[in-house]
Nanobody, 122 residues
Framework: QVQLVESGGGLVQAGGSLRLSCAASGRTFSSYAMGWFRQAPGKEREFVAA????????YYREFVKGRFTISRDNAKNTVYLQMNSLRPEDTAVYYCAAGMTTATRRDEYQYWGQGTQVTVSS
């Protein structure tokens, strides 16, 4: 069982930056791939980025490449999402998730956090 708690969301102006954190419980954090998803009002939850358990492999949706960076610190049981050059369309609730494979599909992840709100003003 893995429990995930996100933090770092907030209100930022377009062009600004935020860093989201996701703290995980348990002693096997490095065995889990981690993903970030987001859900805007009235839209489905969508994949943003993922990172393998070792941190060697990363994947990004096209619309965040070059702006967002996913990373992890296995010693701290934490995964991060550094978000730069934020746009109003990045406004959403951001969720972290843990799974056994580095995947882009929601159903590949078994554990989810409660989400953190990111609002980007124009």
């Amino acid at each position: 069982q893995v429990q995930l708690v996100e933090s770092g969301g907030g209100l930022v102006q377009a062009g600004g930056s935020l860093r989201l954190s996701c703290a995980a419980s348990g002693r096997t954090f490095s065995s889990y791939a981690m993903g970030w998803f987001r859900q805007a009002p009235g839209k489905e939850r969508e994949f943003v980025a993922a990172i393998s358990g070792s941190g060697i492999m990363t994947y990004y949706r096209e619309f965040v490449k070059g702006r967002f960076t996913i990373s992890r610190d296995n010693a701290k049981n934490t995964v991060y999402l550094q978000m730069n050059s934020l746009r109003p369309e990045d406004t959403a609730v951001y969720y972290c998730a843990a799974g056994m494979t580095t995947a882009t599909r929601r159903d590949e992840y078994q554990y989810w956090g409660q989400g953190t709100q990111v609002t980007v003003s124009s």
